[in-house]
């Protein structure tokens, strides 16, 4: 605690008074504009001053016997230094000494546990809640060990104890969430995720994670009951990422890995849309740094592309074009092939097409932006011929050398029209029989822009 007080200037023992004056003092010169890691350091010097630390374990009385007060300081040390055998075998020669005192007992459990024993661990903390049925901590140690052990029944039950009793500590919760995920019990583990995330408005810098990880299986459980709580859910997480801002962008990895597969569900509606997009922009908004808010951007393309491909008036045609635009950029000559691909495809559907690009422009303008000089030739319809004659000459150069194109596969009749003939009637038995002339490293690129194959899409 020594460092928060040298933090804020103070010495140690300082009233709330004193925190707080010498807090907003310092977080008037210190902006987390101007000097966002200062800022940071000073937020959470103060939190932790104001919110000390709570209780993390069971308390038991003071040890009379000056042996088992020594045997209990090697017992510390051992933990201190990471030494779980010694530390097992310590609190196993402490019980047997003492074997009234049940702090020894508690202490073999945990040792226990940690050291792999589950199985000797469930049985130290059965005797402990058996002694002690009332003691909370004895609950939650037990169903730590039935957890750990794979005994998903009893951990069940033993964790519903152990909250009904007082645990509510965040890594408690999480996991008592998880067992209730994985006993099939949703709602109630929907409903403890939900108390948990509503606990505080400010959480400590260390929280943050784990309130992240609480939406994350509220997200997870909610999916599998029909979404019936995302409103309710993205509300919070809204409000969440605008009262943690400071902490939120060294999360924002984990945020949006968690987001970005249940953006993109099954039974989402404009309503979970809106809600979604609010979520990024607040996201966006607490991201200063370029490197962050390209992962935010990253996610708002994928948001963009679900939305998209799960609107039934909008074609497959228009979501491939977007998917080949945004996800295929690595590599550029795959990406000028598949987008021509997909132009031919719409120049066949033109009058189906008309309407849906229109739907983008007015609803999706960041895709719009993606195809606008091509659907404003599709929509005027002028030399349309010559632009269908374009993309097919710049077409059958690049099929030479990629495939899985969908316009010769779905319009087999263009395809022997442009080339004479059938080059595969989708046998794979015979060879494959090149038509034209291989292009060397130092010829002309076919797609026209001039430059030696090897400089552009040879590379």
Same mark, same amino acid.
């Given at each position: 605690?020594?460092?928060?007080?040298k933090?804020?200037?103070?010495?140690?023992?300082?009233?709330?008074?004193?925190?707080?004056?010498?807090?907003?003092?310092l977080v008037r010169?210190?902006s987390?504009?101007?000097?966002?890691?200062?800022?940071?350091?000073?937020?959470?010097?103060?939190?932790?001053?104001? /919110?000390? #630390?709570?209780?993390?374990?069971?308390?038991?009385?003071?040890l009379?016997?000056?042996?088992?007060v020594?045997?209990?300081?090697?017992?510390r *040390?051992y933990?201190?230094?990471?030494?779980?055998?010694l530390?097992?075998?310590?609190?196993?020669?402490?019980?047997?000494?003492?074997?009234?005192? $049940?702090?020894f007992l508690?202490?073999?459990?945990?040792?226990?546990?940690?050291?792999?024993?589950?199985?000797?661990?469930?049985?130290?903390?059965e005797?402990?809640v058996?002694e002690?049925?009332?003691?909370?901590?004895?609950?939650?140690?037990?169903?730590?060990?039935?957890?750990?052990?794979?005994?998903?029944?009893?951990?069940y039950?033993?964790?519903?104890?152990?909250y009904?009793?007082?645990? $509510?500590?965040?890594?408690?919760?999480?996991?008592?969430?998880?067992?209730?995920?994985?006993?099939?019990?949703?709602?109630?583990?929907?409903s403890? %995720?939900?108390?948990?995330?509503?606990?505080?408005?400010?959480?400590?810098?260390?929280?943050?994670?784990?309130?992240?990880?609480?939406?994350?299986?509220? =997200?997870a459980?909610d999916? %599998?009951?029909?979404? $019936?709580?995302?409103?309710?859910?993205?509300?919070? %997480? *809204?409000?969440?990422?605008?009262?943690?801002?400071?902490?939120?962008?060294?999360? #924002?990895?984990?945020?949006?890995?968690?987001?970005?597969y249940?953006?993109?569900?099954?039974?989402?509606g404009?309503?979970?849309?809106?809600?979604?997009?609010? #979520?990024?922009?607040?996201?966006?908004?607490v991201?200063?740094s370029e490197?962050?808010?390209?992962?935010?951007?990253?996610? *708002?393309?994928?948001? =963009?592309?679900? $939305?998209?491909?799960?609107?039934?008036?909008?074609?497959?045609?228009?979501?491939?074009?977007?998917?080949?635009?945004?996800?295929?950029?690595?590599?550029?000559?795959?990406?000028?092939?598949a987008?021509t691909?997909?132009?031919?495809?719409?120049?066949?559907?033109?009058?189906?097409?008309?309407?849906?690009?229109?739907?983008?422009?007015?609803?999706y303008?960041?895709?719009?932006?993606?195809i606008?000089?091509f659907?404003?030739?599709?929509?005027?319809?002028?030399? =349309?011929?010559?632009?269908?004659?374009?993309?097919?000459?710049?077409?059958?150069?690049?099929?030479?050398?990629?495939?899985?194109?969908?316009?010769?596969?779905?319009?087999?009749?263009?395809k022997?029209?442009?080339?004479?003939?059938?080059v595969?009637?989708?046998?794979?038995?015979e060879?494959y029989v090149?038509?034209?002339?291989?292009?060397?490293? /130092?010829?002309?690129?076919?797609?026209?822009?001039?430059?030696?194959?090897?400089?552009?899409?040879?590379?």
């Open positions: 605690m020594e460092e928060y007080y933090i804020l200037g103070l010495e140690p023992g300082a009233t709330s008074q004193e925190i707080k004056r010498a807090y907003f003092s010169k210190y987390p504009e101007s000097e966002p890691e200062k800022f940071r350091e000073i937020r959470e010097a103060y939190e932790q001053l104001q /919110n000390p #630390v709570r209780q993390d374990g069971p308390v038991f009385p003071e009379s016997d000056p042996w088992a020594k045997i209990l300081q090697q017992i *040390k933990q201190q230094q990471g030494q779980k055998q530390t097992r075998d310590a609190c196993e020669e402490a019980w047997r000494i003492f074997p009234e005192e $049940r702090q508690y202490l073999l459990a945990v040792a226990q546990r940690q050291a792999g024993n589950t199985g000797k661990a469930i049985k130290s903390c005797r402990l058996k002690e049925p009332e003691n909370r901590w004895f609950r939650r140690e037990l169903a730590v060990s039935y957890i750990e052990r794979g005994f998903t029944k009893k951990a039950y033993a964790c519903k104890d152990a009904e009793m007082g645990c $509510r500590d965040n890594d408690f919760v999480l996991m008592y969430s998880v067992i209730c995920h994985e006993s099939g019990d949703l709602q109630t583990g929907i403890i %995720l939900l108390e948990l995330v509503e606990r505080k408005k400010r959480w400590h810098r260390e929280e943050v994670p784990e309130i992240i990880e609480a939406y994350c299986g509220l =997200l459980m999916a %599998l009951t029909g979404i $019936r709580h995302f409103s309710d859910i993205m509300s919070r %997480l *809204k409000e969440f990422i605008g009262s943690c801002s400071v902490y939120i962008e060294e999360n #924002v990895e984990m945020l949006c890995s968690c987001l970005m249940f953006m993109t569900q099954d039974g989402f404009s309503e979970e849309y809106r809600l979604s997009g609010d #979520v990024l922009s607040a996201l966006e908004n991201c200063r490197e962050k808010r390209g992962v935010v951007n990253e996610l *708002k393309l994928h948001f =963009l592309y679900g $939305r998209l491909k799960r609107d039934p008036r909008i074609g497959e045609e228009i979501s491939r074009y977007m998917e080949t635009a945004f996800f295929m950029d690595e590599d550029p000559s795959l990406q000028k092939y987008v691909d997909t132009k031919l495809c719409m120049l066949e559907k033109r009058q189906e097409m008309i309407g849906q690009l229109e739907i983008l422009r007015q609803e303008p960041e895709c719009y932006e993606k606008r000089e659907a404003r030739q599709l929509c005027e319809g002028k030399d =349309l011929p010559r632009l269908k004659a374009s993309l097919l000459k710049q077409y059958i150069s690049m099929s030479n050398y990629h495939g899985g194109g969908y316009y010769f596969e779905e319009y087999p009749q263009e022997a029209h442009v080339r004479g003939r059938v595969h009637d989708g046998s794979w038995d060879p090149r038509e034209t002339k291989k292009i060397g490293r /130092n010829d002309p690129c076919p797609c026209g822009s001039g430059k030696k194959y090897k400089q552009c899409c040879g590379r």
